[in-house]
């Protein structure tokens, strides 16, 4: 069964990090293209980086550029979102996607939440004094 399985959620301070992870259960990384996606309170889900599967592209979202990084390691079947100088904007649910990767999408330059199909449960990132 697919499963994208979050980790790595908490409360930081304004200027903090934290580094999210996401174990690929019963699917194999190569295969398969993995989005980070967002949704804060009383907002849509946003796109913050994503990572193509056979080649391992990554694309950062403009919002978050030079703030967060994203890297894939195939031989922990795990994809890593680590985030710096977290501000309070950047409270919200994180979600971790995957989606079988074909010459049709998911298009890692566009991380559009519908590409994805198989979603994890979320953990909550909050930035706060």
């Known amino acids: 069964q697919v499963q994208p399985v979050e980790s790595g959620g908490g409360l930081v301070e304004p200027g903090g990090s934290l580094k999210l992870s996401c174990l690929a259960s019963?699917?194999?990384?190569?295969?398969?293209?993995i989005g980070w996606f967002r949704q804060a309170p009383g907002k849509g889900r946003e796109g913050v980086a994503c990572i193509g599967g056979r080649d391992g592209r990554i694309y950062v979202t403009d919002s978050v550029k030079g703030r967060f990084t994203a890297a894939r390691d195939n031989a922990k079947n795990t994809v890593y979102l680590q985030m710096n100088s977290l501000g309070p904007e950047d409270t919200a649910v994180y979600y971790c996607?995957?989606?079988?990767?074909?010459?049709?999408?998911?298009?890692?330059?566009?991380?559009?939440?519908?590409?994805?199909?198989?979603w994890g449960q979320g953990t909550q990132v909050t930035v706060s004094l």
């Open positions: 996607a995957a989606g079988p990767q074909s010459d049709y999408g998911p298009r890692p330059e566009t991380c559009e939440p519908a590409e994805y199909d198989y």
């Open positions: 019963g699917f194999t990384l190569d295969y398969y293209a």
